[in-house]
Structures are given as structure tokens and as C-alpha cells.
């Protein structure tokens, strides 16, 4: 990892807390969130906010569902880039945001794993970044995997789901690790 490490935050918006989404593995995730980035402000380290705004209509991810969560709330001069797609890097200025500050390490956490996270963090990795991913800073819903496409195949619990995308993530995309290693030291 060479160059100014980043931290990105995708979508920990209220609308995840809608009871459409279904059960979730990581109640932690917001909280462990929080003190990632309370660590990188310490640090004065770049930070970069991501919000999903969605077209669908009645998405929970519409209206008051776009608000930060409490202790993720973007301060001052951080940065928010808005989305309509998984991608935070489709639609935004988020690439350009990111070269034109000279970072090239990103530490990526957020809602939901496979979804906004995991497609993030391949599009990082394809466009030259080097990725972390804070596992533990992150949590997936039984809403996350559709089954239905498969007869007979047995609807699957939120921590397999989140265990399985970091697991395709892993060695090809990022490297996974817990909030407590990238807290041991400076961004």
C-alpha cells in the first residue's frame, strides 16, 4: 500500500433500518463504523461519504431513508457522493475525487456487503485501487439473497450472505480484515 489512505462509507443511511430488509448479521457494523472514522478524523485522513438515493418508488432508500445514521454523519469538508446503482464509482465524481487527491488506497466499509460494498470494492480494485475492506464494519440482510430463482433452494441466514461475499472478495479484490487492525496504527 503506497500513498494517502481513504475511508469510504457506503450508504449507512436509516432507510436500512426499514423491517423490509429482513434480518441482519452485524448489529455492530454502524458503531464499529463510527469508530473507524472517528479514528481516521483523529488522523486528519481523507474521508469520502456515500449516499444511495434510490429511483425505485417506495424504496427504503428514498426520502428520510437517504439520512446518515448518528456517528457516520459526514462533517465540514467531507465529501458526499450520491448514487442510484450499487457502484459508488457509476454516476459520481468519486474516481476523479480520489485521483485528483492522490488516493490510492481506499479502506472501504458500509451497508450492504454484497451488494453497494462488494461491487464498490471490485470496481476499486479494476480501476488500480488497492482495497481494504473492514469486515466488521459491514452487514448484510436476509433480503440480500434472493432465492427465487432456484426451486427448492432454502432462503439463506444474513451472516452466511455476508460471509460469502467477503470470502469472493478476499485475495481478489481486497484484502478483508477487522476494524482493530486498520485502528493500530495511522491511516
Known amino acids: ?15 436500512f433500518d426499514a423491517a423490509s430488509w429482513g434480518a441482519r448479521n452485524n448489529p455492530d457494523a454502524e458503531d464499529r463504523a463510527a469508530g473507524l472514522l472517528a ?9 469520502v461519504h456515500i449516499r444511495h438515493v434510490s429511483t425505485e418508488p417506495g424504496s427504503p432508500l428514498s426520502g428520510p431513508g437517504t439520512a446518515f445514521k448518528d456517528g457516520v454523519a459526514p462533517r465540514g469538508d467531507e465529501p458526499v457522493f450520491e448514487k442510484s446503482v450499487n457502484s459508488a ?6 474516481e476523479a475525487h480520489l485521483r485528483d487527491h492522490g488516493i490510492a488506497d481506499l479502506v472501504i466499509c458500509g451497508l450492504t456487503t ?5 461491487t464498490t470494492v471490485r470496481m476499486a480494485a479494476n480501476l488500480g485501487f488497492s482495497v481494504r475492506v473492514a469486515h466488521d464494519a459491514c452487514a448484510a440482510f436476509a433480503r440480500n439473497a434472493d432465492t427465487g430463482w432456484r426451486q427448492g433452494l432454502a432462503a439463506m441466514d444474513p451472516q452466511a450472505i455476508h460471509d460469502a461475499a467477503l470470502s469472493h472478495l478476499h485475495g481478489e479484490f481486497a484484502e478483508v ?11
Open 177 to 187: 480484515v477487522p476494524v482493530a487492525t486498520l485502528t493500530e496504527r495511522a491511516p
Open 39 to 47: 479514528h481516521w478524523r483523529a488522523a486528519r485522513a481523507p474521508v
Open 1 to 15: 500500500m503506497g500513498g494517502k489512505a481513504g475511508l469510504i462509507l457506503i450508504d449507512i443511511q436509516a432507510g
Open 114 to 118: 454484497p451488494h453497494c460494498v462488494s
Open 89 to 94: 464509482f457509476i454516476g459520481t465524481g468519486l
